[in-house]
């Protein structure tokens, strides 16, 4: 018996994207609305939570910017996520927003969300997902340059959560259509008994949505811009309304229909070789768009100050924290409480990435 394509969530990805404005906010949240997104999210950000100021600069349109000061461009009060929400309920789309570290997940769960996202970079920031896993509130959990293990370290630790859900994602801007593997969605939800959907960053708005559906996603989180022309950090791959809407009617119509008619559809119209591709074999592997990534764009130890040999290891010394640009990573965020009180075996750089060499663990 064939099953038949039910419901599916959609996500307008509005994160950063209102550069600060609650003007430009609320567009965003009507254009997202008028398309006929299920919710609309945004970002947290605070610029400490996420890198070293150190980590290298970005290249904008008006030239190179410290990464480090463009997220501290990005960062509001309180105040603006609460304006957000209650907007939100009072034009009848649901709210959904990350946090990137611990003081902006207390910050989201004091607005009573109804859903708390974990961006694909935080998948391994472990004192954060149990810290958002102790609010008894469902998680959504990106799975972006991962392996297996990853995703299954993420689903011990928030295990106290009521829900999980994951969604299958390729961390790349944009994400090429040939690399997403969309096979992949019914077996992580074989493989760890959880719904799954799609967290998609490539541009063309109809092919990895409505095959995402079809290969039975419960959500599809792609991004939003008034212009690709825009200022906002992932503007240029976002889509603008009139291509959301697109996305949106298009995922609409596979739903009542049953894999194999939304499948047989795709090919007779964009040909049986590309729909193969992209659905791929169903393996959980880096993308090759994402190889290069693994260890810069997921959390790692970094020192967040220069310190001399002999120093103690505590808490202000290090942090949790995405590598980026030009610092090298550090060992993995499950040790941070086995580096803490170690002494210094040398003398370190502001930056650096922790490694083993660096500590002599503490004898006490």
Not at 162 to 171: D, F, K, N, V
Request: charged content about 25%; glycine content about 6%.
């Amino acid at each position: 018996m064939n099953t038949k394509i039910g419901r599916v969530q959609i996500i307008a990805e509005i994160g950063t994207a209102h550069n600060g404005t609650i003007e430009r906010a609320k567009r965003l949240i009507d254009a997202a609305k008028k398309t006929g997104a299920d919710w609309a999210k945004f970002q947290i950000v605070y610029a400490h939570e996420i890198l070293h100021p150190n980590t290298g600069t970005v290249n904008l349109p008006g030239g190179p910017i410290r990464l480090f000061d463009r997220f501290k461009e990005l960062e509001v009060a309180p105040s603006f996520y609460k304006e957000i929400k209650e907007y939100c309920d009072s034009v009848q789309i649901g709210f959904l927003c990350s946090p990137f570290g611990i003081r902006s997940a207390r910050e989201l769960h004091s607005l009573s969300p109804t859903y708390i996202k974990i961006a694909s970079p935080e998948l391994n920031h472990f004192p954060l997902l149990k810290k958002v896993a102790s609010y008894g509130l469902p998680l959504i959990l990106s799975t972006g340059v991962s392996l297996l293990c990853d995703i299954e370290k993420a689903l011990f630790f928030t295990q106290n959560a009521p829900e999980r859900i994951l969604l299958h994602c390729i961390t790349q801007y944009p994400a090429p259509v040939s690399e997403y593997n969309l096979s992949l969605i019914e077996n992580l939800s074989r493989i760890f008994g959880v719904k799954t959907g799609i967290s998609d960053h490539s541009m063309d708005p109809v092919l990895v949505p409505v095959l995402s559906a079809a290969c039975g996603a419960c959500m599809i989180e792609k991004h939003i811009c008034l212009s690709r022309q825009d200022s906002g950090l992932d503007d240029p791959v976002a889509l603008p309304p009139e291509l959301f809407a697109q996305m949106v009617s298009a995922v609409r119509a596979t739903e009542g229909k049953t894999k194999e008619t939304v499948i047989s559809d795709m090919k007779n119209t964009y040909g049986q070789e590309e729909i193969e591709k992209i659905l791929g074999d169903g393996v959980k592997r880096l993308a090759d768009s994402e190889k290069d990534n693994y260890s810069r764009t997921n959390r790692s130890l970094h020192f967040m100050d220069s310190y001399k040999m002999g120093e103690v290891i505590d808490e202000t010394k290090i942090d949790i924290l995405r590598t980026e640009k030009i610092l090298n990573p550090g060992i993995s965020p499950e040790f941070y409480e086995d580096v803490l009180g170690a002494v210094l075996a040398r003398s370190v750089s502001s930056g650096e990435g922790v490694r083993w060499e660096d500590l002599i663990p503490n004898q006490q």
